[in-house]
């Protein structure tokens, strides 16, 4: 563990930034990493992999804290029960079960869904394996398609 945060402490390289930046923007509060992966790839395009990584896991470990917060919140209050669409919603998590966590990299729903996985108390280590999926997918597709369509002049 102590070699990993080295390495993720290498200012040179912004993965630390890249890092932090990924993993609050999957808790709850709302900031968006796209910008920071964008622009650290764009510095260093030797940098592609290891950013997606890093990227790819601090989003992971924030969906992971979300999911614990989701159980948490399930033992404290249970306030979400009576609603017909809140109902329906849970319900759909249900039958999908951990198998939905493919979907956290959606804008607005998917850092929620991490926490209600939690509050349903749905297996923890499918949820993760599930959300790192579908994030790593998300941060590959997003960085190929803006590099495809702002190629400009890579450093590195």
């Known amino acids: ?12 390289f912004g993965l630390s930034t890249v890092f932090v930046v990924s993993f609050i923007s999957a808790t709850l509060l709302p900031l968006g990493s796209e910008p920071a992966v964008f622009g650290l790839i764009k510095l260093n395009s030797g940098l592609f992999w290891p950013t997606i990584g890093v990227a ?3 989003n992971t470990v924030g969906g992971a804290v979300s999911w614990w917060m989701g159980l948490g919140a399930h033992k404290a209050v249970d306030r979400a029960r ?6 329906r919603a849970l319900n759909w998590l249900r039958r999908f079960g951990a198998r939905a966590c493919l ?8 850092d929620p ?3 209600v996985a939690g509050w349903l108390k749905l297996p923890f280590w499918p949820c993760l394996a599930y959300m790192a999926v579908g994030k790593f997918m998300r941060y590959l597709v997003m960085t190929s398609v803006l590099l495809y369509f702002m190629p400009g002049q ?3």
């Open 1 to 12: 563990m102590h070699q990993l945060l080295q390495w993720l402490a290498l200012p040179q």
């Open 56 to 58: 790819t896991l601090g």
């Open 82 to 87: 009576g609603s017909a669409t809140e109902v």
């Open 103 to 110: 979907l956290s990299w959606l804008p607005v729903v998917g």
């Open 113 to 115: 869904l991490c926490a």
């Open 154 to 156: 890579l450093g590195g």
